[in-house]
């Protein structure tokens, strides 16, 4: 559980968690199935060129989709449990940075480990091989902004938060009678 939960603040982990979610969301709707640039294992010796290897990908993309759905009714039943307790009212830029950050997290990983470290696909897998490189890079850049600008509406959310949190402490405190 992070530091901000166990003092009635927001649940950092379940905005990662959406995030990471949606970012698998994303990269399996938009990629995977609308424009059909890969698949989970096309670069892994599962082209689409056979009605055999478009079932192996398709089961490999729907576990891949399962997991991301995962990833998003966990950080539902975090923010759900939070939501329940009594809190000072959250700054919406704490879901969202965190939401981005998540994203953002998901990419790099995703990026490093399937695109550059196991091979078994690119993003875009249309273009000609030598040009899969840049799509990749840009891939991991688009992540590492999205994690930045989210670790940066965290940051300026909490501070919202506290500055919420302290008006209502001053509001509570009774004034001195003269």
């Known amino acids: 559980m992070d530091q901000g939960s166990r003092q009635g603040g927001f649940p950092t982990s379940a905005g ?3 995030g990471l979610g949606l970012g698998g969301f994303f990269d399996g709707i938009v990629l995977h199935q609308l424009l059909q640039w890969h698949h989970m294992v096309t670069s892994a010796g599962y082209p689409p060129d056979s ?4 079932e192996i990908n398709t089961l490999l993309d729907g576990l891949f989709h399962a997991s991301t759905y995962l990833f998003v009714v966990a950080g539902l039943v975090i923010l759900w449990r939070h939501a329940q307790r009594t809190h000072v009212r959250w700054s919406n830029k704490l879901l969202a940075g965190t939401m981005l950050m998540g994203f953002g997290i998901f990419n790099v990983i995703e ?3 399937d695109h550059h470290l196991l091979g078994i696909h690119h993003v875009n897998e249309t273009v000609p ?3 899969w490189i840049w799509w990749d890079i840009g891939f991991l850049a688009w992540g ?3 994690l930045l600008a989210g670790g940066l509406l965290l940051r300026a959310g909490r501070h919202d938060t506290e500055d919420v949190a302290d008006a209502a402490i001053k509001r509570r405190r009774p004034t001195a009678q003269a």
Do not use: C, H, K, S
């Open 144 to 146: 590492a902004i999205m």
């Open 111 to 113: 990026g490093i480990v």
């Open 16 to 18: 990662i968690l959406f």
């Open 129 to 131: 091989p030598e040009q």
């Open 51 to 54: 009605v055999r290897n478009l």
